[in-house]
């Protein structure tokens, strides 16, 4: 008899999308921008690590026809995982030699200089369709964008190319609307945007689709919200501060009204399993050096989920899993592969036993911000550095 032996696939760990919450987030970022602006979905970092290719459908499930990513190889992902009729921005990067191939796949992109808009036109004469292209604006965050006499120029290359240019929306982007120490500055470019946006007019360029707002700013300044509005990080559930957060609470007048629910549901839940557990003794080290020492008899747990996975070695003696519903500490450093976690406080745990490291389990929940306060990372960054080969499953 010859056993039939298929390749492994167990991963170490595990991310569940839930879409019920992303659902519920939809609905109340719709209920805050009303219905007619577009909700474009912001999908780059691998949607903000949830995964392109398990997030890009189940958001299409929940309405969402719109989606912004970082470049073009992103776009290329985006595309495969996309239905027909929805559609792709490109904000950032794209090499020129890639404009042709942006060309022919409808997807529209970001212009900020004279040189990407030469070579769009060039492209869209190849192609021989005309490049969709959105104006970025520079209006106070100095990094890309049209201003001055690049933005004359601009006006100028518009004029010979209205066969091969075909401005979709003007745009800008805000340097920090989620802290109120950014607050004269994100009020002047808010300004500056609706002057240049006048003047473009004045000169017979068409401003039809006009969007600046991200999360906080769409949150936190409704007059940012335009014809459209890209959400990042608050459509998975995470607010882009605290600060926003508290700011939304009080203008809303949630924050005194008893039980009322949090906006928000974390699409997110991270979980891997319990490899092995031993006993050890008062005065043993755990892991690597000498970080940790027992103190009483203990119970750890080996985890297979270490940094090279995204959980920061940071964490180290620092943070803490959910198992069988219960806080499980971090002990010794995190390895690359792997975390020892203490469990001499779980009744009945064992082998195999489920571990949250994002996310609820019973009545326990890990935020993604309590890692951000314990290693001063932004929630943004610790999402991102979760990497791409730990599968992504969509859950109700
Ligand atoms: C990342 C990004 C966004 C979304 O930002 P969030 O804070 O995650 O909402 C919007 N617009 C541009 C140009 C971006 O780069």
């Not at 109120?180 to 003047?199: K, L, W």
Request: aromatic content about 8%; some cysteine; proline content about 5%.
């Amino acid at each position: 008899m010859t056993l039939e032996l298929s390749e492994p696939v167990h991963a170490s760990s595990a991310i569940e999308l839930s879409e019920s919450a992303y659902r519920r987030n939809v609905r109340f970022l719709r209920s805050t921008i009303g219905r007619a602006p577009t909700f474009s979905s912001v999908i780059k970092g691998n949607a903000y690590g949830h995964g392109i290719e398990a997030f890009v459908p189940m958001a299409e499930r929940c309405g969402v026809r719109h989606f912004t990513v970082f470049s073009a190889v992103e776009a290329s992902r985006a595309l495969s995982a996309i239905r027909k009729g929805s559609e792709i921005m490109i904000a950032g990067f794209i090499a020129d030699e890639d404009l042709p191939w942006a060309l022919s796949h409808d997807l529209s992109f970001y212009v900020f200089d004279c040189e990407r808009l030469r070579a769009a036109a060039e492209a869209a004469r190849r192609v021989g369709r005309p490049a969709r292209v959105h104006l970025e604006l520079e209006t106070g965050l100095n990094r890309t964008g049209l201003a001055g006499p690049t933005l004359e120029e601009t006006i100028e290359i518009l004029s010979r190319e209205s066969e091969t240019i075909n401005v979709q929306g003007v745009c800008t982007h805000f340097a920090g609307a989620e802290s109120i120490g950014n607050y004269v500055r994100v009020r002047q470019q808010i300004e500056r945007f609706d002057e240049m946006c006048r003047s473009l007019e004045r000169v017979g360029i068409p401003v039809r689709l006009r969007h600046t707002a991200c999360s906080a700013a769409a949150l936190t300044y409704p007059e940012t919200v335009m014809d459209l509005v890209r959400f990042g990080i608050v459509q998975y559930g995470f607010w882009p501060t605290q600060e926003t957060r508290m700011r939304f609470l009080l203008d809303h007048g949630l924050d005194r009204r008893q039980g009322a629910p949090e906006p928000l549901r974390r699409v997110m839940r991270w979980r891997s399993l319990i490899m092995s557990i031993k006993q050890i003794s008062p005065g043993e080290f755990v892991g690597y050096g000498t970080s940790y020492q027992a103190t009483r008899r203990q119970r750890v747990a080996a985890v297979p989920v270490g940094y090279y996975h995204g959980f920061s070695r940071s964490l180290s003696n620092l943070g803490y899993v959910l198992v069988r519903g219960r806080r499980a500490p971090v002990i010794g450093l995190v390895n690359m592969n792997m975390m020892m976690i203490d469990v001499t406080e779980v009744p009945g745990v064992e082998h195999g036993d489920e571990v949250v490291l994002i996310g609820k389990q019973k009545r326990r929940t890990i935020s993604v911000s309590s890692f951000g306060d314990l290693t001063r990372m932004l929630n943004y960054e610790i999402l991102v550095r979760i990497p791409p080969e730990i599968p992504r499953i969509v859950v109700a």
